[in-house]
């Protein structure tokens, strides 16, 4: 099923960190070249925000040496053409 939902993006290196609202929770996912990386679901936007943070720099730390991710990234909101579908 596709529908508009709310949330936020950010770049960070050639990274995508996503946290998008789906219904009570903040769902998490992180995009990197070639592979999607899933995270926990949480229930607030800034625990979502900071766990999206924590698996971008766990993530940079097994695959490049990289600086440290800043803790106050860009947050961007979804436009209105953007969609995410949700597999089971």
């Given amino acids: 099923m596709f529908r508009p939902l709310k949330g936020y993006k950010a770049q960070y290196h050639d990274l995508t960190l996503l946290v998008a609202s789906d219904f009570d929770e903040f769902r998490v996912v992180i995009q990197a070249p070639g592979t999607i990386v ?3 679901r949480q ?3 800034a625990q979502a925000k900071e766990h999206a943070r924590n698996m971008a720099a766990s993530y940079l ?3 490049e040496e990289a600086d440290p991710v800043p803790a106050a990234l860009e947050w961007i909101p979804f436009g209105p053409t953007e969609w ?3 597999n089971p």
């Fill in 38 to 40: 899933q995270g926990r």
């Fill in 61 to 63: 730390k097994e695959h």
């Fill in 43 to 45: 229930f607030n936007e």
């Fill in 84 to 86: 995410l579908a949700w």
